[in-house]
């Protein structure tokens, strides 16, 4: 299991997920959130406390809600606005050593909206 803890304690959530790599995106929200994101099927994710106390905030093309802490301010997920079977975790959330040698993959969702590599 990997746990994911905002900066306050007050949302925790662990996921099952193995990920073969985390996303860094450039996007202009991703990219002042400063995220790194481990994506994965909700249905790998259990949150410890704080689910309901999130605060979600749904950027222009209203196809995401980004969610954080209403305590600390920590960026903790996104979840689609509609249908979905997907989600992200903020893994600058996890303990360092939990995803240290993951590869981290950078996604140009400026412009091209794909991997760069």
């Given at each position: 299991m990997l746990t994911a803890t905002c900066?306050?304690?007050?949302?925790?959530?662990e996921t099952s997920a193995r990920p073969l790599w985390l996303t860094d995106c450039n996007c202009s929200l991703c990219r002042?959130?400063?995220?790194?994101?481990?994506?994965?099927?909700?249905?790998?994710?259990?949150?410890?406390?704080?689910?309901?106390?999130?605060v979600a905030y749904v950027q222009g093309d209203r196809t995401l809600a980004i969610h954080h802490c209403p305590t600390c301010g920590c960026?903790?997920?996104?979840?689609?606005?509609?249908?979905?079977?997907?989600?992200?975790?903020?893994?600058r959330?996890?303990?360092?050593?939990?995803?240290a040698g993951l590869r981290i993959r950078r996604f140009?969702?400026?412009?091209?909206?794909?991997y760069l590599d």
């Open positions: 900066h306050c304690g007050a949302v925790r959530m002042r959130l400063g995220a790194l994101w481990l994506h994965c099927d909700p249905a790998e994710v259990t949150f410890l406390c704080g689910e309901d106390d999130t960026t903790t997920h996104w979840r689609p606005t509609g249908e979905g079977n997907r989600m992200a975790i903020n893994a959330l996890m303990e360092p050593g939990a995803i140009d969702g400026a412009d091209r909206f794909d």
